[in-house]
Nanobody
Framework: QVQLVESGGGLVQAGGSLRLSCAASGRTFTISTMGWFRQAPGKEREIVASINWSGLSTYYADSVKGRVTISRDNAKSTVFLQMNSLKPEDTAVYSC?????????????????WGQGTQVTVSA
């Protein structure tokens, strides 16, 4: 089993920045890909970004490209999501997830473990 705990959410004005963190514990050696997802009220959960174990492969949703950077610190079993130039439409619950399947994963159903989520609210 893998446990994931997110932190760093909050309220920020449009144009501002936030850095989310996700600390993994348990059988972290089984993790292949780490991802960040978000779900806004009334909308389906969608991927924001993902990163493979080495950190050499990343994926970004078109809606966040150029504004968001995903990174990971394997020594600390932590993945980060730096979000800049935030927009009101970025408001959502952000969750980190871990996949034990090989390859860079970008689909919700390919993830095996999920954190509880952290709220990000961007005011206009």
């Amino acid at each position: 089993q893998v446990q994931l705990v997110e932190s760093g959410g909050g309220l920020v004005q449009a144009g501002g920045s936030l850095r989310l963190s996700c600390a993994a514990s348990g059988r972290t050696f089984t993790i292949s890909t780490m991802g960040w997802f978000r779900q806004a009220p009334g909308k389906e959960r969608e991927i924001v970004a993902s990163i493979n174990w080495s950190g050499l492969s990343t994926y970004y949703a078109d809606s966040v490209k150029g504004r968001v950077t995903i990174s990971r610190d394997n020594a600390k079993s932590t993945v980060f999501l730096q979000m800049n130039s935030l927009k009101p439409e970025d408001t959502a619950v952000y969750s980190c997830a871990a996949s034990i399947r090989p390859g860079l994963r970008v689909v919700v159903n390919d993830y095996d473990y999920w954190g509880q989520g952290t709220q990000v609210t961007v005011s206009a």
